[in-house]
């Protein structure tokens, strides 16, 4: 047995030894499917190169990246909202790149000296289990889900490690006069909150087993899911949403820059991004697209926007964050006792 094992190990370094192409790690949350399919696209095209992606949190990739900056793994940074990928920049996290259709973005989705980009706009949503929240009994706002009824109902994502989540939160603390009172209603969000999902695989088992019924997530995830058999839905507030400017950039000191170039492009193209459109739901940043190539849910259904402060929100959501994650979360009730406000 252990002769056999011996064998099989080196079989399996032999064969790691014989794959001469160049290596690429991608770090990013976009999602098992589109990263295998985008590697796969990706390889086709460039055969010579070898895509390794590691999905992860928008939040958790800025902490690797950062964590690594002496000695980078990852060459291209895939996902994740602007706000942190602008706190990457400013931290020299990442290398300017102008890529060829730059002109078709906004200001608010261009990066300084080009750091990093906007590749999709990422409306956030309440996302609900449609067996136990029929229509009628839906939350159409924010607020509604502070009330008595959705206490022990509602599932969370873990905010810190989530560029969804962390943009939620910014937002929501801002839609309020004054942080303090951005804290107390998230610390009555926390009183109604049964638990807190480690990471989204999580977070769509315990909705769709009716640990709790009720979510605040993204739009393009809350379709793909119901597209792999969740029995999800979702509700846009009322009152508006903040739509995430989704970023993609390459790293700073990158093992494989020429690879990471072509890699950026190409998950960026037209073609990919229509075909993005269309099988994930991801609402294309650029403007110079054909509207006739998109789906028509994406021409014809308004989005309610939230007004964000992006530049407050990058440079204050991270003590925001740990304010939260000390003072609030697990003990909102507590917290309200104790900052009962005016």
Known sequence: MRVLSLTLVLVLLAGCASDERTSLVVYSPHGKEMLADSEQAFEARYPDINVQWIDMGGQDAYDRIRTERANPTASVWWGGDGPTFSRAASEGLLASYTPTWADAVSAEGRGEDDMWLSTYLTPEVLLLNE????????????????????????????????????????????????????????????????????????????????????????????????????????????????????????????????????????????????????????????????????????????????????????????????????????RGAEYLEENPGS
């Open 131 to 330: 067996r136990t929240v029929p229509e009628g009994e839906r939350p159409m706002d924010w607020d509604e889900l502070l009330e008595p009824e959705w206490a022990d109902r509602i599932i969370i994502r873990y905010p810190l490690a989530s560029s969804t989540m962390r943009t939620i939160w910014g937002a929501l603390i801002m839609r309020q006069p004054t942080v303090e009172d951005g804290y107390r209603w998230l610390a009555q969000l926390d009183a109604n909150t049964k638990s807190y999902a480690a990471n989204p695989a999580q977070l769509y088992l315990s909705v769709a087993r009716e640990e709790g019924d009720v979510s605040l997530w993204n739009m393009p995830d809350t379709y793909i899911q119901r597209d792999n058999g969740f029995p999800f839905d979702y509700v846009l507030p009322s009152s508006g949403t903040p739509v995430l400017q989704d970023g993609i950039a390459i790293v700073a000191g990158a093992p494989a820059p020429d690879a990471a170039r072509l890699f950026y492009e190409h998950v960026t193209s037209d073609s990919a991004l229509v075909d993005q459109a269309t099988r994930y739901y991801r609402i294309p940043a650029r403007t110079d697209l054909d509207p006739d190539t998109l789906p028509r849910w994406m021409i014809e259904n308004a989005i309610p926007e939230m007004d964000v402060d992006w530049e407050r929100l990058s440079t204050e959501g991270p003590t925001w964050m740990q304010y939260w994650d000390e003072n609030i979360k697990g």
